[in-house]
């Protein structure tokens, strides 16, 4: 079972749109997974993906029909974080635009460095 859901992340309306849209593409919903793993260039990095199953510990973001899911561990280092949808001539991507639960991070933005208080 899924733990709850959760007003702790923000998605950008850029964000919402792509999700909407990948979930209507497939004709099922689509999760974007946050996920915060130990390691990179400042100690913590994000991994962002996407599935069509929230996993036991996950809990569920919805704004507007787009969901993400976030595991119970790495919801405490990215709440209150903002989730965008970039295209840009390098690519495409969801990133992590702002977390304020972060001191500082490497200039791609995969990293960051906990902020203690």
């Known amino acids: 079972t899924v733990t709850g859901t959760s007003d702790a992340i923000t998605l950008t309306d850029s964000a919402i749109r792509r999700l909407r849209y990948l979930s209507e593409k497939r004709d099922k919903t689509q999760y974007l997974r ?7 260039c400042y100690g ?14 996950d ?6 029909g787009a969901k993400m899911v976030v595991d119970d561990v790495s919801l405490p ?5 903002t989730i965008d949808w970039q295209d840009r001539l390098i690519g495409q991507a969801f990133v992590v635009l ?3 639960n972060a001191s ?3 200039g791609c933005g995969a990293s960051f460095e906990i902020k203690l208080d």
């Not at 946050?34 to 990179?40: A, I, K, T």
């Not at 809990?59 to 507007?64: G, L, Q, S, T, W």
């Open 34 to 40: 946050l996920r915060v793993d130990s390691g990179g």
């Open 59 to 64: 809990i569920i973001v919805d704004r507007k």
């Open 44 to 57: 913590f990095s994000y991994m962002l993906d996407m599935t069509e199953e929230p996993e036991v510990n």
């Open 98 to 100: 702002a977390n304020p």
């Open 77 to 81: 280092l990215v709440t209150g974080a």
């Open 104 to 106: 500082g991070g490497c």
